[in-house]
């Protein structure tokens, strides 16, 4: 059954945000993934090691962690045996492991990942991570929450709790991961004989801007040049609208932004995004106009899932020109995928299409596509248990960052 937008504004008082349920306890011996160097060399000051030495022994673990993808300090051989030892009892180069992989006929990959903790009460929590190999990048999902903070009404997270936030390391682990798992370090031989995974999406479960510190951090290891090197202009980081935190984004991080809108007008969006009812679509989208660095090319992308009856009229189509005009900006059409319980439809193609061919010709960039790795991301959270399915928000922003041209 169609639904109305004003039926779907019904259901506006869902509460703002989530309340995490727990917090980070870190093992007996933390690992050195998602430290910056200062805190690297704290570690080692703290542990006996000279400060005469530490800016050298920090560049060894730097390169060999981020450029070599060492899994363990013996694999260090530039470093004493001596050294090595004395890492070895305080500290570890662990990632998240690998619980389970899915692998798409064409190539997407889909790992379940467990995180370490040092709650031995506590189960421990599980994210999930995606990449999608095309001919000229590959890409990497990765997440920044167990759970998420919001309450997104077209979202299967949004029924679900928020566990807690992710580590610096956590988020870091997810990358070093997909490499492991690619064999895709500097100096091993991939099959095309580059770097396989080459851009990042911060779209995977949970909200980044409210973790916007361990966020940041990751991210800042992430781009960095001596290290894992992606360009910052091959990460992009997705909000539902956390206003106070976009401009922080462009000025600490200065990554690329992407805005999960959905609607355009505040009654429905209050619904689909009740975060709206905190910054409305005003006041975010003079965030996006005020976003650091932003030009023609370095556009903001604003996804846009297509709920039949709901966002979808050319009336929509027209209003969404009019509210982003002055803003570099690309249109990222998702055709929504339903979940069990959800009460919205996919919109139908034909109108997508017409959605689409208005935007276009307006002048902003929103191809129809079709998506990747659908036989596994059909399925995804399947890896999960049934009270943990992976986002349906997830799962869409997923389709949209796999689309080929």
Not at 242 to 252: F, H, L, Q, S, Y
Request: proline share 5%.
């Amino acid at each position: 059954m169609t639904i109305t937008s004003a039926e779907a504004g019904s259901g506006a008082g869902a509460p703002l945000e989530k309340i995490a349920l727990e917090t980070y306890v870190p093992p007996a011996k933390p690992s050195l993934v998602g430290l910056s160097r200062a805190e690297i060399s704290d570690r080692l000051g703290a542990i006996g090691v000279a400060p005469a030495q530490r800016k050298m022994r920090v560049q060894q673990l730097w390169h060999w962690i981020y450029v070599r993808g060492a899994k363990n300090f013996d694999e260090m051989t530039s470093i004493s045996k001596e050294m090595r030892s004395a890492l070895d009892q305080h500290f570890t180069v662990a990632r998240p492991e690998v619980v389970a992989e899915q692998i798409s006929n064409d190539g997407t990959r889909k790992w379940l990942l467990r995180l370490p903790s040092g709650d031995s009460v506590e189960k421990a929590h599980e994210v999930e991570c995606v990449y999608i190999p095309e001919t000229d990048r590959g890409t990497l999902c990765v997440s920044s929450q167990v759970g998420c903070t919001l309450n997104c009404s077209f979202c299967h997270t949004g029924t679900q709790r928020l566990v807690r936030n992710l580590t610096a390391g956590e988020i870091v682990g997810q990358i070093m991961v997909a490499r492991d798992r690619l064999n895709d370090w500097a100096d091993r031989d991939t099959p095309t004989g580059g770097r396989l995974v080459t851009n990042v999406v911060m779209m995977g479960m949970g909200e980044p801007l409210y973790n916007f510190d361990a966020v940041r951090d990751a991210l800042l290891i992430v781009s960095d040049n001596e290290g894992i090197g992606i360009s910052r202009r091959r990460i992009t980081l997705s909000t539902s609208g956390v206003v106070p935190n976009i401009i922080r984004t462009g000025d600490e991080i200065g990554v690329m932004l992407a805005i999960s809108l959905h609607a355009v007008r505040d009654e429905l969006r209050n619904e689909l995004v009740p975060l709206n009812r905190k910054y409305p679509i005003a006041e975010l989208l003079q965030a996006c106009r005020d976003y650091p660095g932003s030009s023609n090319a370095r556009r903001i992308t604003f996804e846009y899932v297509m709920l039949k009856g709901v966002n979808d009229s050319l009336d929509d189509a027209k209003l969404l020109v009019k509210l982003l005009k002055g803003i570099p900006a690309k249109i990222n059409l998702i055709p929504f995928n339903p979940w069990p319980g959800t009460r919205y439809e996919c919109s139908d193609w034909e109108q997508i299409e017409k959605f689409s061919e208005y935007i276009f010709n307006a002048g902003y960039s929103s191809p129809v596509r079709t998506p990747r790795g659908r036989d596994i991301l059909a399925a995804c959270g399947q890896l999960k248990s049934e009270t943990e399915k992976l986002s349906a928000r997830e799962r869409q922003a997923l389709r949209a960052m796999a689309m080929t041209d």
